[in-house]
C-alpha cells in the first residue's frame, strides 16, 4: 500500500516490481496484504507505519489509497492474487487499538517492544496492552462505536473503484480473500463475544461481496476449541494458521545446537497436523498464511547484529525446509 504510493518517502514501486518478480520466479502466487493503517490524534506515536490510510474515523489519505489501488493492479503481471486484511491487532500500522483511542480519547498503553525508528527499547506491560485493545471488540461501551468505524472503513474498502483497473475492490479477480484481522488475539473465557465480532464482521462483508473468501487472520495458536470458536461461521470459508515459535516461547535463537531448533519443529509439526485436522471437520481448507525464524543469533550475530543481512541463515533453513515437508505431508496450504 504505502510502497505503491505514486511519490513520497514511502514510495518504492521500482523494489514492488522486483520484489513480485522474485517470488513469481520461485513460483510464489498469493501475497498477503493490509489494506489498514490508522494514524493517532496525539501525532507521532512509536514504531507504526506512516503515512497511515486512515488519519481519522472516516478520513483517509487518498495519495495512500492510490497506493493500494496500484499494487493491486500490478499483481495480473506476475499472475498473482492477494489476500486482503482489513484490520490489524497490532501497533505497527496503528492497529484497532487506535480504534480504542479514538473512542476513549487515551493513549495506546504500548507494550515493551523494539522501536526501530528511535532505537531503544520502549513501552510498558504487555497484559495492558492486550487488556486495552481487546476492548475494540469486548467493550460493550465501545463495541457499536470501534464496529461502526471498522464497518464503514471495509465498505470503503470493498466497494472501492480501482483508478488503475476501473473494477471495483468487490469484482476484482487478483484478490483472492477478505481477512477479517491480521492475529486477533482471544477474550480470555468470553467464546460468544468472540463469535459475535466474527460473524457479525464476516456478514457484513459477504452482504458487499458474495464472490470472495473470506478467512479471520487467526494464529490458531489457543488449541481446537478456540479455532472452532473462530471459523465456525457460516461466512468464513477459509481458515487462517500462523506459527512463530520464537514468539511463542518454543525457539531460543541464542542456542548455536539443533536442540532448540528442533524442538521448534516437532512443535511446528504438531501444530500442522493439528490445525489439518480442526478445519477437515468443519469441512473447509486451511492456509498457514504466516511463519517464520530470525537469523541465527549467537557468535558475531548476537543481539541485534541477527538483524544484519550478513547473520547466517543456519537454523532458519532447517526451520523452513521442515516446514514445507510438513505441510506436504499433511496436503495444507500456505
Not at 506515536?45 to 495519495?63: F, V
Not at 476449541?225 to 470459508?237: A, N
Not at 519443529?265 to 480442526?278: D, N, R
Request: charged residues 15%.
Amino acid at each position: 500500500m504505502n510502497l505503491g504510493m505514486a511519490s513520497g518517502p514511502s514510495s518504492a514501486r521500482a523494489r514492488v516490481h522486483d520484489d513480485l518478480s522474485h517470488l513469481s520466479s520461485l513460483g510464489v502466487n498469493m501475497v498477503r496484504i493490509l489494506a489498514a493503517s490508522e494514524g493517532s490524534q496525539y501525532g507521532w506515536q512509536p514504531d507504526r507505519m506512516y503515512p497511515a490510510l486512515m488519519t481519522a474515523p472516516g478520513t483517509y489519505d487518498m495519495d495512500v489509497f492510490d497506493g493500494l489501488d496500484w499494487f493491486l493492479a500490478q499483481l495480473p503481471r506476475y499472475n498473482m492474487t492477494a489476500v486482503v486484511s482489513l484490520s490489524n491487532y497490532w501497533t505497527w500500522s496503528g492497529g484497532v487499538a487506535q480504534y480504542v483511542s479514538w473512542a476513549t480519547d487515551t493513549k495506546i498503553p504500548y507494550p515493551v517492544q523494539w522501536d526501530h525508528l528511535r532505537q531503544v527499547f520502549a513501552g510498558g506491560e504487555y497484559q495492558a496492552y492486550l487488556d486495552y485493545t481487546n476492548r475494540f471488540y469486548a467493550d460493550p461501551q465501545l463495541y457499536n462505536t470501534t464496529q461502526m468505524w471498522l464497518r464503514d472503513h471495509i465498505h470503503r474498502v470493498v466497494t472501492r473503484t480501482n483508478a488503475y483497473t476501473g473494477l471495483e475492490y468487490r469484482d476484482d479477480p487478483s484478490i483472492l480473500a477478505w481477512e477479517l484481522m491480521n492475529e486477533p488475539q482471544i477474550i480470555l473465557g468470553d467464546y460468544d463475544a468472540m463469535f459475535r465480532w466474527i460473524d457479525e464482521t464476516a456478514s457484513f462483508i459477504r452482504a458487499l461481496d458474495a464472490r470472495h473468501l473470506v478467512t479471520t487472520g487467526a494464529e490458531s495458536k489457543n488449541g481446537q476449541q478456540w479455532f472452532s470458536v473462530m471459523h465456525r461461521s457460516e461466512y468464513i470459508s477459509l481458515a487462517s494458521a500462523h506459527f512463530w515459535p520464537l514468539n511463542w516461547g518454543l525457539y531460543n535463537s541464542t542456542d548455536s545446537t539443533l536442540g532448540s531448533v528442533d524442538f521448534a519443529i516437532q512443535e511446528m509439526q504438531k501444530f500442522v497436523e493439528g490445525v489439518s485436522q480442526w478445519s477437515q471437520e468443519l469441512d473447509m481448507p486451511c492456509v498457514l498464511f504466516e511463519y517464520g525464524m530470525m537469523r541465527d543469533q549467537w557468535g558475531s550475530s548476537a543481539g541485534l547484529g541477527a538483524y544484519a543481512p550478513s547473520a547466517p541463515v543456519t537454523h532458519r533453513n532447517r526451520f523452513y525446509a521442515a516446514v514445507a515437508d510438513a505441510r506436504q505431508a499433511t496436503g495444507a496450504a500456505d
